[in-house]
């Protein structure tokens, strides 16, 4: 029996069990790809309790931003007081980091779309600032505090080190996924992609897994790739000792967090040659990185069900 191990993004989510039930309902959704009817069985990776004090009531307030465009207060950003005291590499990375997302930029409340489409060009994606600036800061400070392993206590008489916890419960989640018949194919969103390649590529008993799907996607950005050293390499990035078939990169361009370089097959070769397939895959409304809206896409749909072995199509692969 097929099964699909998903790893949720950046922000707080709903609790686990409802977060998996709402990925599975959106990627049946409209006809599309029920798992349960397959007779494929599917687990979620969930790390929002390490960084977040319970888990978001309001589900809409994070895997979809719509009402936001009428709703000022409703994903209020990350404190930017952990910013405050880092030593000095993780300042520069921070500044660095902070620079690209334009988040200082965005710190104008007076900006308006019709400013920034007559050319003042301070932002590549046209979001009105009260959603833009708020998903960023927590997307920075959630990365942050992954790569630099940060200790962090998101509620009283809890405290984890950000990034051994969460490779731990990734690295369980796909060993118990390994010891089904298979194919094991990793869904995995925003930050969890980060995630997914870090402990593909940087774990030495990572278990294997058939296929790997990352979307929307901040891999292309090179203050994630520096972290990624000295494993990583441009033109060895591609984790073939654990990946055994394809890897497939969703992205919509005017998705905020994987926009900025969504094509990624440059960056994660095999033996100097591209071998990843990126995939655009255009979604709608104002906030494209909505994981419900991907889901739901019908390229996104097709490659999954190939490799899940539901459907025949030649795709890249590593050999």
């Given at each position: 029996m097929a099964h699909v191990t998903f790893i949720h993004g950046i922000a707080n989510k709903p609790a686990p069990d409802v977060l998996l039930k709402t990925w599975r309902q959106a990627l049946?959704?409209?006809d599309g790809l029920a798992l349960g009817t397959k007779g494929i069985s599917s687990t979620m990776v969930y790390w929002a309790d390490v960084l977040y004090e319970k888990p978001d009531k309001d589900q809409a307030s994070q895997e979809s931003l719509e009402a936001a465009a009428t709703n000022r207060s409703l994903a209020p950003p990350v404190s930017p007081e952990w910013k405050e005291d880092l030593p000095g590499k993780e300042k520069r990375w921070v500044q660095k980091?902070?620079?690209?997302?334009?988040?200082?930029e965005l710190n104008n409340p007076e900006l308006s779309l019709s400013e920034a489409a007559a050319g003042r060009d301070l932002e590549r994606i046209l979001l009105p600032w009260w959603i833009k600036r708020p998903m960023m800061e927590i997307f920075l400070r959630d990365v942050h505090h992954y790569l630099f392993n940060v200790e962090f206590s998101p509620r009283a008489g809890t405290k984890y080190r950000v990034q051994d916890e969460i490779r731990g419960r990734m690295l369980k989640a796909l060993k118990e996924g390994s010891e089904k018949p298979g194919p094991h194919i990793l869904?995995?969103?925003?930050m969890?992609?980060?995630i997914a390649y870090d402990c593909l590529k940087r774990v030495p008993d990572c278990p294997k897994i058939d296929a790997l799907m990352t979307i929307g996607s901040p891999l292309g950005l090179d203050e994630i790739q520096e972290?990624?050293?000295?494993?990583w390499s441009r033109n060895e990035g591609f984790p073939v000792d654990r990946i055994q078939g394809t890897w497939v990169n969703v992205y919509d361009k005017l998705d905020p967090v994987a926009g900025l370089d969504p094509n990624i097959s440059n960056d994660y070769q095999c033996q100097s040659k591209a071998?990843?397939?990126?995939?655009?895959?255009?979604?709608?409304g104002p906030w494209r990185?909505?994981?419900?809206k991907y889901l739901g896409g019908l390229e996104l749909r097709k490659?999954?069900?190939?490799?899940?072995?539901?459907?025949?199509r030649g795709l890249p692969t590593a050999s």
């Open positions: 049946a959704h409209d980091f902070n620079a690209k997302l334009k988040l200082e869904v995995s969103h925003s969890g992609t980060v972290k990624m050293t000295p494993e071998v990843i397939e990126d995939l655009h895959e255009p979604n709608y990185h909505d994981i419900n490659r999954l069900k190939v490799m899940l072995g539901l459907q025949a």
